[in-house]
């Protein structure tokens, strides 16, 4: 490939196509700013003029008609009504990890599980046993929770370059974390319980499930019963919030497949013939069938609780006056201390102690996929606490006691923050070896490649018996497979240790020439030049008729005899198929698709991204060689 192909390529935006300004951010870790940045404003606002700062969050809103009002003031509104949508994400997020992530092997869920749960235990503990008699005990709740979004930014900035799995595993404890949290704050926080209303909460709740079984796509039903449900629960007694988990949870993820996909192609290439306002109805109809509910809503509403709902929260909660003339005394009140050792001792305690019992007590059939170093990472970050930890304590304390609480939250995010840059610094001097076994220990993660590599029939480029093996299933027709390639290249030429195999997957439904672009590369590959047609193929998708594979055969020094009657009596076309049913076994319906090590690569296809998860592949093999040896 040119020079100017390949700088074309790297500019071309092929892995922001499409991104929103929101995903942009996000990817920058822009929701642990735009929340850090709405606390310090709460902390300021409330310090500079509490009087403002708690007239305007305690101003009543009533809803309601003739004489059914809910009445509720702002912070409670926040803490109650958009803290259940931002419930609602968290349970999009864990239906997801449950249906395509690393929790659909069920057995993966048992650590983290175990994890989340102890480290919750032992910060309650802890807490207990400074405020044990007095009425501060009743905040046991505070120190629980793991602030989701600001231990993400932590790991981010501290643990940069080993992100990736340190950030799966960290996920998997904390999605654990909110769910139980969440039913603290239901149950435990609640002083009464009216059971008609409840009744009423949990007919909404069963609705819903009659409506998703019946795959009934519409929001709008949905948003209704999540409604009356939201105020049957208010009603009832118990923090509605619940409502919100409930609903994201019944929101399957899956993966389109082939069949859909082609219904959708079809509609669209109907619009192209006949461009009519009901052409394009079912078009979009089709296109949104084709994406999973959970997909769907996670990418639209996902934004809005990172950049919206949860700045808003801490905007609401944050603010306290600091007592500075008296802070000694503040540092060292029974509830400021008790937070302080729930979330900093007690949570990562429970996490890191119960990860190495599961490990040891199972012989290894339980196993984290990281290393030591990154379960004790991921079990000091989880001592920042912040946003739950705040509601807890709005729902247990006032006035005094409620500032001491957020103090003591504050004061562990901090003292959590730099404990977790303590861990990082010291794994970084280790020696490359030892560094490498304890970040990502020897755990070998479930396949998401159906059909391992066979240099027998598999086209293999690099080193045939390199560390780590990239397979991508992919296109000579599709324009995104021909910008990826540059990329490949780029790879294949600074990793001496890397083997690359090409698969097909022609989308015959778009990509009309594809399927014999594919046949034509084979054909070339039983005269030994699949690769150099493989390069000439995607250096000129636009032109694949069978003249211009003539030519090509020609060109590439091929026995253009033997090539044109291999492509006439289609001899290669059981080895596509083949490919492509590999590609279906392993629930792949896109190009380019690739696979790292038998991992699916779900990450951005730029250059640096890919050489960071092919370097990461490569760790995690020789930490498990090095334990094996």
């Not at 499930?209 to 939201?230: D, K, N, Q, S, T």
């Not at 032109?543 to 003539?550: E, F, I, Q």
Request: proline fraction near 4%; hydrophobic fraction near 50%.
């Amino acid at each position: 490939m040119s020079e100017s192909q390949r700088t074309a390529a790297e500019e071309s935006s092929l892995w922001t196509h499409g991104r929103t300004f929101a995903e942009r951010l996000k990817a920058e870790n822009g929701s642990s700013l735009v929340l850090l940045a709405a606390a310090v404003l709460g902390l300021l606002w409330a310090n500079v003029s509490a009087a403002s700062y708690e007239s305007f969050w305690t101003t009543e809103l009533y809803i309601g008609f003739d004489s059914h009002e809910l009445a509720l003031t702002l912070r409670e509104w926040v803490n109650s009504g958009l803290m259940a949508f931002f419930f609602f994400v968290v349970g999009l997020e864990a239906r997801r990890e449950l249906d395509l992530g690393e929790f659909r092997t069920r057995r993966n869920l048992l650590l983290p599980v175990a994890a989340g749960v102890a480290g919750m235990a032992a910060a309650g503990v802890l807490y207990l046993l400074v405020t044990w008699g007095t009425p501060e005990a009743a905040g046991w709740g505070v120190p629980l929770s793991t602030d989701t979004a600001f231990a993400l930014g932590v790991l981010a900035v501290v643990g940069r370059g080993n992100r990736r799995r340190l950030r799966a595993f960290l996920l998997s404890v904390v999605i654990t974390d909110d769910i139980v949290i969440l039913l603290v704050i239901a149950f435990a926080f609640t002083e009464s319980v009216q059971l008609g209303a409840l009744a009423v909460a949990a007919a909404a709740v069963g609705a819903i499930v009659a409506l998703a079984m019946r795959h009934i796509r519409g929001g709008a039903p949905y948003l209704l019963l999540g409604a009356v449900g939201w105020v049957a629960l208010h009603e009832s007694g118990i923090d509605p919030v619940i409502i919100g988990l409930v609903v994201g949870l019944l929101a399957f993820a899956r993966r389109p497949d082939r069949e859909t996909l082609a219904d959708a192609t079809t509609l669209f290439v109907g619009f192209r013939e006949q461009p009519t306002a009901a052409a394009a109805r079912d078009v979009q109809t089709g296109l949104r069938s084709a994406v999973s509910p959970n997909e769907r809503m996670l990418h639209l509403w996902e934004p809005w609780s990172a950049y919206v709902v949860v700045p808003v929260f801490a905007l609401a909660n944050t603010g306290f006056v600091i007592p500075w003339s008296t802070l000694g005394e503040s540092l060292t009140a029974p509830v400021t201390v008790a937070v302080v050792l729930g979330l900093v001792l007690g949570k990562p305690l429970g996490v890191a102690l119960t990860t190495w019992l599961g490990v040891r007590l199972s012989r290894g059939r339980l196993r984290t996929p990281v290393g030591w170093a990154g379960v004790l990472g991921t079990a000091t970050v989880s001592g920042v606490g912040f946003t739950l930890s705040l509601l807890i304590a709005t729902l247990a304390f006032e006035g005094e006691a409620l500032d001491d609480a957020k103090l003591g939250v504050v004061v562990a995010a901090l003292v959590s923050t730099a404990l977790t840059w303590l861990v990082f610094q010291v794994v970084r001097m280790l020696p490359d070896g030892r560094r490498e076994t304890a970040l990502f220990g020897s755990s070998a993660l479930p396949s998401d490649l159906a059909d391992d590599v066979d240099p027998d029939r598999d086209h293999v480029r690099g080193d045939l018996d390199g560390e780590v093996t990239l397979v991508e299933y992919a296109d000579f027709e599709c324009p995104y497979c021909g910008l990826a390639e540059p990329i490949v290249e780029s790879l294949l030429e600074g990793d001496a240790g890397l083997r690359y195999v090409w698969r097909h997957l022609p989308l015959r439904e778009v990509h009309p020439h594809a399927q014999l672009a594919a046949e034509a590369a084979e054909a070339a590959g039983s005269q030994g030049r699949f690769w150099e047609m493989h390069d000439v193929l995607l250096d000129h998708q636009g032109r694949l008729t069978v003249a211009d594979l003539m030519g090509y055969a020609s060109d590439i020094g091929l026995d253009v005899d033997r090539f044109t009657a291999e492509l006439k009596s289609r001899k290669h076309a059981g080895h596509v198929d083949a490919d492509v049913e590999t590609a279906d076994a392993s629930q792949v319906t896109a190009t380019p698709t690739f696979f790292i090590n038998g991992q699916r690569y779900t990450g951005p296809v730029e250059t640096e991204a890919l050489r960071e998860a092919v370097a990461l592949a490569r760790q995690n093999s020789r930490a498990a060689a090095a334990l094996d040896a």
